[in-house]
């Protein structure tokens, strides 16, 4: 099958962002035109390094890693006022080593890179992938969302330019992973959701982006729990189905990782096993584009605000019920939580309509996990395309 769908990666790798990796890694009809390397769960300089280090084991070296800014986007304000160092701000950064392990890899073990990472940064990548694509770019992002908000300071026009944006993030009216409210990937840089938030909606609102994002919470994504048992169905199956040498070692390096992931699990009280969150957004992402394919790809007009608004879809109505691959979901107006001495990083949706905003998400609500698993599962099992 021909590349039909340009996606861009946003990514802090991080067990389950390698899990994304190596199923995109199986997919025979999706452009990668670049993958951002964000700082989130281990520091950024380490997530360039986990990232090209994965896509090396699958041999995909071919696919260039931006490495993304070493700073949430408040620390970069403290910073530049400052003219100071990361270490006189007076905080050192947190990451999730606890739940990743200090190089964000578990116990795994992946080659060196082969191939260097991008000079581009992270967030003019975003640019590029966007202009090259106008009207057809699939933007997922998996990790903090720091250089996507970058990349509306370079081209403030930038949403205009998506297909659709799928964001992995947030928790609404739910216990988070963080705080006690708060989810990971929004806790650490929280000013850059609220940024990508209101701006993709802007767009939206003025009729220049067909989509609205989509947002894919931890009380949904939770849902999607990788077993013991499951992986070694996967890795039998893998074995089976006459996976070769390559294939194998990518999927015992992951099951490495995932041992570490399940101990983490395990020792937070939730059993042993892992939440899987990222391959779920990115699975969901790609079938909804293929749904969602304009026939006429490759022909936009130069204009891409003509291409989006004649397929724009009707504007969702707060509160009303909506549907993507493995999901259901909700509509509502959502901002971030920037100053809560308590709840800073918190998602919240207005369901009840109180701050009179128009809808700028959708929100997966209940996943149907076992069949999301299985499709996971095959996929996995019979690995890349020859």
């Given at each position: 099958?021909?590349?039909?769908l340009p996606l861009f990666?946003?990514c ?7 899990i994304a ?7 025979d009809?999706?452009d990668?035109?670049?993958i951002?390397?964000s ?5 950024t300089a ?6 090209r280090g ?6 995909r ?11 949430p986007?408040?620390?970069?304000a403290?910073q530049a006022?400052?003219?100071a160092s990361e270490?006189a ?17 578990g ?5 060196d890179p082969?191939a260097?990472?991008s000079s581009?940064?992270?967030a003019?990548?975003w640019?590029?992938?966007?202009h090259?694509h106008?009207?057809q770019?699939?933007?997922?992002v ?10 509306l300071?370079i081209?403030p026009?930038l949403?205009?330019?998506?297909k659709?944006l799928?964001?992995?993030g947030?928790a609404?009216?739910y ?5 006690p409210t708060?989810e990971?990937?929004?806790?650490f840089?929280?000013?850059?959701t609220a ?12 009729s220049?982006l067909?989509?609205?994002p989509?947002?894919?919470p ?6 999607v729990?990788m ?10 199956g ?7 040498d390559?294939?194998?070692?990518v ?5 490495e ?7 983490f699990h ?7 096993l892992?939440?899987?969150?990222d391959?779920?957004v ?10 969602n394919?304009?026939?006429s ?6 204009d ?7 397929a724009?879809?009707p504007v969702?109505v707060?509160g009303?019920?909506?549907?993507l691959?493995?999901?259901s979901?909700?509509w ?7 100053t809560?001495?308590?709840t800073?990083?918190e998602?919240?949706?207005?369901w ?8 700028n998400?959708?929100?997966?609500r209940t996943?149907?996990a076992?069949?999301?698993l299985d499709?996971l ?8 395309p020859a």
């Amino acid at each position: 099958m021909s590349s039909t769908l340009p996606l861009f990666l946003d990514c802090d790798p991080g067990i389950d962002d390698a899990i994304a990796l190596a199923y995109l890694c199986c997919q025979d009809d999706v452009d990668v035109v670049g993958i951002a390397a964000s700082g989130g769960n281990v520091a950024t300089a380490q997530v360039v390094e986990n990232t090209r280090g994965w896509l090396t084991l699958a041999g995909r070296s071919d696919v260039p890693v931006h490495a993304g800014h070493s700073l949430p986007l408040a620390r970069q304000a403290l910073q530049a006022e400052s003219q100071a160092s990361e270490t006189a701000t007076g905080e050192v950064l947190e990451y999730a080593d606890l739940t990743h392990g200090e190089t964000g890899r578990g116990y795994a073990r992946v080659p060196d890179p082969s191939a260097p990472a991008s000079s581009v940064s992270a967030a003019q990548a975003w640019v590029d992938a966007a202009h090259a694509h106008p009207g057809q770019l699939l933007g997922v992002v998996i990790g903090p969302a720091t250089n996507l908000a970058l990349a509306l300071e370079i081209d403030p026009d930038l949403p205009s330019l998506f297909k659709r944006l799928f964001i992995m993030g947030g928790a609404f009216n739910y216990r988070g992973n963080t705080h006690p409210t708060t989810e990971w990937n929004v806790t650490f840089d929280p000013e850059s959701t609220a940024r990508v938030l209101e701006a993709f909606g802007t767009a939206h609102a003025n009729s220049h982006l067909g989509h609205l994002p989509v947002i894919a919470p931890i009380e949904a994504t939770e849902a999607v729990e990788m077993t013991p048992e499951r992986l070694t169905t996967i890795l039998d199956g893998a074995s089976a189905n006459g996976a070769d040498d390559h294939w194998q070692s990518v999927l015992e390096q992951l099951s490495e990782a995932l041992r570490f992931y399940f101990e983490f699990h395990e020792s937070d009280g939730l059993g042993y096993l892992a939440h899987i969150h990222d391959p779920f957004v990115l699975a969901c992402a790609l079938s909804w584009a293929r749904q969602n394919t304009v026939a006429s790809l490759g022909t936009a007009p130069k204009d891409p605000n003509t291409n989006v608004s004649e397929a724009a879809a009707p504007v969702p109505v707060r509160g009303s019920a909506g549907e993507l691959p493995w999901a259901s979901t909700l509509w509502a107006p959502v901002d971030v939580e920037l100053t809560g001495t308590l709840t800073r990083g918190e998602t919240v949706a207005d369901w009840l309509g109180r701050w009179s905003r128009p809808v700028n998400a959708e929100i997966i609500r209940t996943i149907d996990a076992p069949a999301f698993l299985d499709h996971l599962s095959s996929t996995l099992m019979k690995g890349p395309p020859a």
